[in-house]
């Protein structure tokens, strides 16, 4: 079974809202959720991480409910710059793999 | 500014060579991380270490990659021999994890990566 779940794929314009959101049912009672992103030629850097209900840093907020089966990334007023693959990343207790592994990641790409 | 260093940068060699990629993790990180990345698999971990000893590189094609850490400033990725199909970008990373705790709760700076390429 597949840790995470997302969008292939996202367009959008610049100065819109994106929201990517996540599944992970399978999520471990002390795990947290964390979104890295990747630019081409770069290696992922972290953006944000959090545990329950909202974080907000100077990049993104990331929404989390009560039940923590999935997530959702929100990157305020994109511009062409945050063109990039952003991933989602979550432990899985049923297997106990706590490595952390990356999926296909959301390929997000901002037009003008 | 702290950052993970990678050397080479980029490195075409012929099949059958030996291939050998470092690492040097931020100071005071214990856990780091190699990958692969490829178009068609994506980010795969292939192994990783905690205070220098190795967890897990079951990513890792055994017969031909090795991944080492001789001392806490450098982190080693041996390929021998070399085949075409290891063509890929390889990234380390490293992390501070707390100790007993699982690793997904560690933030992991990457480094720039070795692009590799077998003729």
């Known amino acids: 079974l597949a840790k995470t779940t997302q969008p292939i794929s996202m367009d959008s314009y610049e100065g819109q809202e994106v929201n990517i959101t996540c599944s992970h049912n399978?999520?471990?009672?002390?795990?947290?959720i964390t979104w890295y992103q990747q630019f081409p030629s770069q290696g992922p850097r972290f953006i944000i991480q959090g545990y329950k209900t909202k974080v907000t840093n100077e990049v993104a907020s990331l929404f989390i409910p009560a039940d923590r089966k999935s997530s959702t990334l929100s990157l305020p007023r994109v511009s062409l710059s945050d063109t990039a693959v952003y991933y989602c990343l979550v432990g899985d207790e049923r297997s106990n793999d706590y490595k952390l592994s990356f999926g296909a990641g959301t390929t997000v790409t901002v037009r003008a | 500014d702290a950052r993970v260093t990678q050397t080479p940068r980029h490195k075409v060699t012929e099949m059958g060579q030996e291939v050998t990629m470092r690492c040097q993790p931020i100071l005071g990180h214990n856990t780091v991380f190699w990958y692969r990345q490829t178009m068609m698999q994506g980010l795969e971990l292939l192994a990783y270490f905690r205070n220098r000893a190795p967890l897990d590189d079951s990513g890792m094609p055994k017969d031909r990659f090795s991944a080492e850490m001789p001392d806490a400033t450098l982190a080693t990725l041996k390929i021998q021999p070399s085949e075409p199909r290891d063509s890929a970008v390889y990234f380390c990373?490293?992390?501070?994890?707390?100790?007993?705790?699982?690793?997904?709760?560690?933030?992991?700076?990457f480094g720039q990566g070795t692009r590799l390429t077998v003729v």
């Open positions: 990373a490293s992390g501070l994890a707390s100790q007993g705790g699982p690793l997904m709760n560690t933030e992991a700076f």
């Open positions: 399978n999520i471990a009672t002390n795990d947290y």
